[in-house]
């Protein structure tokens, strides 16, 4: 097993959006048809292949953790389709030895015990409220996922839902509004009355009542979080929210590998409609369809940005990462 990634290994993929859309129960008409991006387009921007990163350390997981113990949890920015890869592992993969124990307990997990949205170096010194029972405190027993977006339509999501993020920006609406926003312009300068002197539009993330991290931009928060997971030394996994679009069965069934687990006999299940919900913080929250004519248009990628603002990405967000996962830079 080996770290798959661009110009590294790449998995023996093809991406099939209509094969896709029909195995998941929706009816492909001459519409959608004409709606979804030419598989083309999706290749200039995600690569062909599925990219997983942290496989070669599967072993030494599945070596250390005893199976009835395991469990795999997932993790990730806000807006990175971590409820998504969730409800797909629930409803794929189990690992026999904790359901041997407990029919209901199939070893998939909501979320790592640390809280799926907090920094990877939170693994020992925070937990989730909702992970207080004491089965779930020993974090060393989960398989962390996180999942990752390509950050330019990440910084997109992040304008139509912020969560915990805070950063002075307004949409647009008839031509005033600036977001996503990494370099103030005019409108950013004289809203917020701003100096002349702030050369870029800080970030900060309130995670809970004592815990906040800050960061130089929403390009900077994308880079610290990331890496954080890409160089932590335990087992976890990084896969890209793209890929559980164009190529979810692969990327489930590799998850689900890894943590010692194996897929539910019967086909695949898909998620047809958002795992967010459509309601509250989650309204306008995009099903599988939708997804895909979203992120596979290379406009739609840049909608909001100026060209200072791509500039900035271009000279600021993290080469290893963007090579890594295979996001390409702004022109």
Same mark, same amino acid.
């Given at each position: 097993?080996?770290?798959?990634?661009?110009?590294?290994?790449?998995?023996?993929?093809?991406?099939?959006?209509?094969?896709?859309?029909?195995?998941?129960?929706?009816?492909?008409?001459?519409?959608?048809?004409?709606?979804?991006?030419?598989?083309?387009?999706?290749?200039?921007?995600?690569?062909?292949?599925?990219?997983?990163?942290?496989?070669?350390?599967?072993?030494?997981?599945?070596? +250390? /953790? #005893?199976?009835?113990?395991? &469990?795999?949890? @997932?993790?990730?920015?806000?807006?990175?389709?971590?409820?998504? !890869?969730?409800?797909?592992?629930?409803?794929?993969?189990?690992?026999?030895?904790?359901?041997?124990?407990?029919?209901?307990?199939?070893?998939?997990?909501?979320?790592?015990?640390?809280?799926?949205?907090?920094?990877?170096?939170?693994?020992?010194?925070?937990?989730?409220?909702?992970?207080?029972?004491?089965?779930?405190?020993?974090?060393?027993?989960?398989?962390?996922?996180?999942?990752?977006?390509?950050?330019?339509?990440?910084?997109?999501?992040?304008?139509?839902?912020?969560?915990?993020?805070?950063?002075?920006?307004?949409?647009?609406?008839?031509?005033?509004?600036?977001?996503?926003?990494?370099?103030?312009?005019?409108?950013?300068?004289?809203?917020?009355?701003?100096?002349?002197?702030?050369? +870029? /539009? #800080?970030?900060?993330?309130? &995670?809970?009542? @004592?815990?906040?991290?800050?960061?130089?931009?929403?390009?900077? !928060?994308?880079?610290?979080?990331?890496?954080?997971?890409?160089?932590?030394?335990?087992?976890?996994?990084?896969?890209?929210?793209?890929?559980?679009?164009?190529?979810?069965?692969?990327?489930?069934?590799?998850?689900?590998?890894?943590?010692?687990?194996?897929?539910?006999?019967?086909?695949?299940?898909?998620?047809?409609?958002?795992?967010?919900?459509?309601?509250?913080?989650?309204?306008?929250?995009?099903?599988?369809?939708?997804?895909?004519?979203?992120?596979?248009?290379?406009?739609?990628?840049?909608?909001?940005?100026?060209?200072?603002?791509?500039?900035?990405?271009?000279?600021?967000?993290?080469?290893?990462?963007?090579?890594?996962?295979?996001?390409?830079?702004?022109?």
């Amino acid at each position: 097993e080996e770290s798959y990634g661009y110009g590294d290994h790449e998995f023996p993929s093809t991406i099939d959006m209509i094969k896709t859309l029909e195995e998941a129960g929706e009816e492909v008409n001459d519409e959608l048809r004409a709606k979804l991006p030419p598989v083309e387009d999706v290749v200039k921007l995600y690569s062909s292949k599925m990219h997983v990163e942290g496989l070669e350390r599967c072993e030494q997981f599945r070596n +250390t /953790i #005893p199976p009835e113990k395991a &469990y795999v949890g @997932t993790a990730g920015l806000f807006n990175t389709g971590t409820n998504l !890869l969730a409800q797909l592992l629930m409803k794929n993969c189990y690992i026999p030895a904790r359901t041997a124990k407990r029919k209901r307990d199939h070893g998939m997990k909501w979320q790592v015990p640390w809280s799926k949205h907090s920094p990877a170096s939170w693994r020992h010194f925070h937990l989730a409220k909702s992970e207080t029972s004491e089965k779930n405190r020993n974090a060393t027993n989960v398989l962390p996922v996180a999942t990752i977006k390509d950050p330019l339509t990440w910084m997109g999501s992040m304008c139509r839902h912020s969560y915990a993020v805070r950063w002075n920006h307004k949409n647009s609406r008839n031509g005033n509004g600036h977001c996503p926003n990494l370099v103030p312009n005019d409108f950013d300068r004289t809203y917020f009355k701003m100096n002349e002197s702030d050369s +870029t /539009i #800080p970030v900060s993330v309130r &995670y809970n009542d @004592t815990h906040s991290t800050y960061h130089d931009s929403l390009a900077h !928060l994308w880079n610290d979080w990331y890496n954080g997971y890409l160089k932590a030394d335990y087992p976890r996994l990084i896969v890209r929210f793209e890929d559980l679009m164009y190529h979810p069965e692969e990327v489930v069934s590799t998850i689900c590998s890894c943590g010692g687990g194996v897929m539910r006999d019967g086909n695949f299940t898909y998620m047809l409609d958002s795992a967010k919900g459509s309601t509250g913080a989650h309204h306008g929250a995009a099903g599988l369809s939708a997804a895909m004519i979203r992120y596979g248009d290379a406009k739609t990628r840049l909608k909001g940005f100026t060209q200072d603002d791509l500039n900035y990405a271009r000279e600021n967000l993290d080469p290893v990462l963007m090579k890594k996962f295979a996001y390409n830079y702004p022109a």
